[in-house]
């Protein structure tokens, strides 16, 4: 696994979130409306979406029917509205408008579960977090760094502390970053490119 690992980090050296934001506020948005979409689509909607609501008060006040113009390409706008409305109105209610820096917290919002949690104490606190993605449990899978690899109802939260148990809490942001990165550059769900994967010498799932 470590081994592994060091080969990743050969391979994505400097990893980051590819969510655009400038403060953990933005950050929590983006990522709540990154479910079901990618987060290049997301970074192309939410300039708009801050630029019109710059604080957790103004968004808790927007006209629903306005965030929804806004966000619309991203599909699932009706939810993902009443989510960041519901959001914004329980942090400028409960938290002085600012996103708190805890993982009991954070889940008390809504549409914010454990994975949204971790990328934005990893990713806008520096607070060590390991979001578990789609990406993350398929290339864990592969790669058969937990012990339900072959299970077919994967328990992300299990997935979670599994990993976690193996590798600093230092390592851990960056550790799921480069899971994701590699996920969508080379371990692709359908067709894997394990011919241009470094780690294809040790995976059990290569070729």
Not at 38 to 64: E, I, S
Not at 77 to 100: C, I, M, Q, W
Not at 101 to 114: A, K, S
């Amino acid at each position: 696994m470590h081994a592994e690992y060091a080969l990743l980090c050969a391979e994505i050296p400097a990893p980051k979130c590819a969510l655009d934001f400038s403060n953990p506020l933005q950050l929590l948005i983006a990522t709540v409306l990154s479910a079901q979409t990618t987060d290049k689509r997301v970074n192309t909607v939410t300039p708009a979406l801050f630029a019109a609501y710059p604080t957790a008060a103004a968004l808790a006040a927007a006209r629903p029917e306005d965030v929804e113009d806004i966000i619309h390409p991203l599909g699932f706008y009706r939810s993902k509205t009443k989510n960041l409305l519901g959001l914004a109105a329980a942090l400028d209610a409960d938290f002085h408008g600012e996103v708190p820096r805890t993982m009991d917290e954070l889940t008390t919002l809504p549409g914010v579960g454990r994975k949204t949690a971790n990328v934005v104490l990893g990713n806008a606190f520096g607070i060590p977090g390991f979001p578990v993605d789609t990406h993350v449990i398929r290339v864990t899978g592969r790669l058969r760094w937990r012990s339900d690899w072959n299970g077919s109802h994967p328990d992300p939260v299990k997935i979670e502390r599994e990993i976690c148990a193996c590798f600093p809490p230092a390592e851990w942001t960056d550790l799921s970053h480069r899971l994701i990165l590699h996920g969508r550059a080379v371990c692709h769900a359908r067709k894997p490119d394990c011919g241009s994967c470094p780690l294809a010498g040790t995976c059990p799932s290569a070729g």
